[in-house]
């Protein structure tokens, strides 16, 4: 079964740095587009950065300049550097993947979740 883990969460000071990851596993074919989203208390969930499977990244307007995604094919795993923090920031951070199966069968995978909290 496909399965997407996050790591690398946890609590920061306001202007601090955090490095998330998320790994797929399973039986995976091939991978396309690998998004981090992210989902605060109270509010829906919003989309952050996506790569896709060329290493083409695009990214909301709000994390410009602070935050960059990256992936390791290889290792199945994309990557969410965060810098400059702010509290607003605060959110669960989740992990999503378009992934085809060894079935041969596309679908779309999320992870569990990883929690940021921006405070000082």
């Known amino acids: 079964q496909v399965q997407l883990v996050e790591s690398g969460g946890g609590l920061v000071q306001p202007g601090g740095s955090l490095r998330l990851s998320c790994a797929a596993s399973?039986?995976?074919?091939?991978?396309?587009?690998m998004d981090w989203y992210r989902q605060a208390p109270g509010k829906e969930r919003e989309l952050v950065a996506t790569v896709n499977n060329g290493g083409t990244t695009n990214y909301v307007d709000f994390v410009k300049g602070r935050f960059t995604i990256s992936r390791d094919n290889a290792k199945n795993t994309v990557y969410l550097q965060m810098n400059s923090l702010e509290p607003e920031d605060t959110a669960v951070y989740i992990c999503?993947?378009?992934?085809?199966?060894?079935?041969?069968?596309?679908?779309?995978?999320w992870g569990q979740g990883t929690q940021v909290t921006v405070s000082s």
């Open positions: 999503y993947a378009h992934i085809l199966n060894r079935a041969v069968v596309w679908g779309r995978y």
């Open positions: 399973g039986p995976i074919l091939r991978i396309n587009d």
